[in-house]
């Protein structure tokens, strides 16, 4: 299983020995069922704590393990297919060659054919019982947990283009503003879960993402916004959390949807073969060296996308913890069917303490704002500023340093926010003439919202959105571009599930 940064709230293990208990397969009572009658996730408190007794417990240990690492990094696969239009039958299925599994054969001796052999003979299973009363035991095995040290083989140098020409921008005066009222909260509901099975979009069925996570949302172009998705799995995946075979680091699908009171349409994703979501930033998927590439924003200026994304060392041994090896950004010229990582954009993680490692960039007048946290979830926010033809130029950003717009190298950036903050999504609402800041605090236990006047504050307090106490394994909080001052449209990630859902907030 690869550790995640949605690990629910309440599970920091401080212990080196990880545990992996092996889920319920019954479906909870309240799991919500799609218009085709498939069950879906329900990730509210009221779905239940998971298993009464787990059936197995995994007791991990570490074990060193020699990894070369081939340099420089290969070419990321470009391959992409045309997504075939969709079935006038929203519950038909485009691929079930590939998506639906066959009928098992009967057995003519009348069983399963499916029952265990019984405890390997390795020593490695403790066994499992029925107590007195009937009740299982859970079966104990002890499991190597690969800890492996990347030792990296020179090769062929790589041909990188050259960087753009160094500018000194000036430091100007920024002073704070007055905060606005704090965001007046309404009613909160769940919409509708937006992938894997038993979603809307059926994305198990037409894309092969049956695990998936956080679906940050930008306006590509009028009328369209973008959607991308963290670490997904496939047909292989089973709750909880992320695991499986056929692992894609990101995906990214797209939506015309305009009426979000009922859930948001993904009609079409990027594909690298038929009904299979294509990963657009490529990872070496080698822990402690390159465990994966996570997008956190995106934005469109003219014909070019931008991306976002922080490339993961290694997750924690504390859920929702990791560490980063640096942020970046890529961009795209072809509508995000291809994505260039640029060499130049690169926000390096010096000794684990650079605040733009998780960023979240939005366009606005003559400039783009990056706000940013450290790696993991307990570091503060800080912004940065550069002008919108110079994006990945990074000697034009500015820090924001006590009350001035500073050249990027000259002083540390001082925090607008000291408060525990993960997951950033910010968006300037041209309406009201605020900026709107949601992030989970995991102090407050909550995916709250802020309000500004100005990029660098002064901030409002934060307004609750959700509580772990309803949504105990939720994380993200991803604001919809097509918001609006008074109705808030937000994505959800749940770790249990490992799916996205649609959230609404009436902004009174």
């Known amino acids: 299983m690869h550790r995640r940064i949605g690990a629910p709230l309440c599970t920091l293990l401080l212990a080196v020995t990880s545990f992996a208990i092996a889920p319920s397969a019954t479906a909870a009572p309240s799991d919500p069922v799609n218009a085709c009658g498939e069950t879906g996730f329900d990730p509210s408190s009221a779905a239940g704590a998971g298993p009464a007794l787990p059936g197995n417990i995994d007791i991990r240990y570490p074990w060193p393990q020699i990894v070369t690492v081939p340099l420089p990094d290969p070419a990321p696969d470009q391959t992409r297919v045309p997504q075939e239009p969709l079935p006038s039958d929203p519950c038909a299925d485009p691929c079930p060659d590939l998506t639906d599994p066959a009928p098992e054969p009967p057995d003519g001796d009348g069983s399963s054919g499916s029952e265990s052999s019984g405890p390997s003979s390795s020593g490695s299973s403790f066994g499992s019982s029925l107590g007195s009363n009937g009740s299982s035991v859970p079966r104990f095995s002890i499991t190597p947990d690969i800890e492996p040290i990347p030792i990296p083989i020179p090769g062929p140098p790589q041909e990188v283009p050259p960087a753009p020409a160094p500018v000194s921008p000036p430091v100007e005066s920024a002073p704070q503003a007055a905060a606005p009222s704090t965001p007046d909260v309404g009613t909160t509901r769940l919409v509708a879960q937006l992938t894997g099975p038993g979603s809307i979009n059926r994305t198990?069925?037409?894309?092969?993402?049956?695990?998936?996570?956080?679906?940050?949302?930008?306006?590509?172009?009028?009328?369209?916004?973008?959607?991308?998705?963290?670490?997904?799995?496939?047909?292989?995946?089973?709750?909880?959390?992320?695991?499986?075979?056929?692992?894609?680091?990101?995906?990214?699908?797209?939506?015309?949807?305009?009426?979000?009171?009922?859930?948001?349409t993904i009609d079409s994703m990027v594909q690298d073969s038929r009904c299979h979501a294509?990963?657009?930033?490529?990872?070496?998927?080698i822990k402690n060296w390159e465990t994966t590439t996570?997008?956190?924003?995106?934005?469109?200026?003219?014909?070019?996308?931008?991306?976002?994304?922080?490339?993961?060392?290694?997750?924690?041994?504390?859920?929702?913890?990791?560490?980063?090896?640096?942020?970046?950004?890529?961009?795209?010229?072809?509508?995000?069917?291809?994505?260039?990582?640029?060499?130049?954009?690169?926000?390096?993680?010096?000794?684990?303490?650079?605040?733009f490692q998780v960023a979240s960039m939005v366009p606005a007048g003559d400039h783009v704002y990056m706000f940013g946290t450290p790696n993991g979830r307990l570091g503060t926010v800080a912004v940065a500023r550069v002008p919108k033809d110079q994006v990945l130029n990074k000697t034009a950003y500015q820090y924001w340093v006590d009350g001035e717009w500073t050249p990027v190298g000259e002083k540390w950036p001082t925090p607008i926010l000291?408060?525990?903050?993960?997951?950033?999504?910010?968006?300037?609402?041209?309406?009201?003439?605020?900026?709107?800041?949601?992030?989970?605090?995991?102090?407050a236990g909550a995916i709250v919202l802020r309000y500004a006047s100005s990029p660098q504050g002064e901030w409002t307090k934060g307004a609750p959105l959700v509580r772990s106490s309803d949504y105990p394994a939720m994380y993200g909080g991803f604001i919809h571009p097509w918001s609006t001052e008074n109705d808030l449209y937000f994505t959800m990630s749940e770790w249990d599930s490992y799916n996205v859902y649609l959230m609404h907030t009436t902004l009174r």
């Open 418 to 443: 000291y408060d525990t903050a993960a997951e950033l999504s910010v968006r300037y609402d041209a309406t009201s003439g605020l900026w709107q800041m949601s992030y989970l605090d995991i102090v």
């Open 278 to 285: 294509a990963e657009l930033l490529s990872s070496r998927k």
């Open 294 to 355: 996570i997008p956190t924003s995106g934005f469109a200026l003219g014909d070019r996308q931008y991306m976002s994304y922080m490339s993961v060392r290694r997750w924690s041994v504390v859920p929702g913890l990791w560490y980063t090896n640096h942020g970046g950004i890529a961009y795209s010229d072809d509508d995000g069917q291809t994505w260039t990582k640029d060499p130049h954009a690169l926000w390096e993680n010096l000794f684990g303490l650079n605040n």
């Open 204 to 264: 198990d069925k037409r894309w092969q993402v049956n695990g998936t996570d956080l679906g940050i949302t930008w306006e590509t172009k009028p009328g369209q916004v973008a959607i991308a998705f963290g670490d997904t799995f496939g047909s292989d995946w089973t709750p909880p959390g992320a695991n499986g075979e056929d692992w894609r680091s990101n995906v990214l699908g797209y939506s015309a949807d305009r009426d979000l009171s009922d859930g948001l």
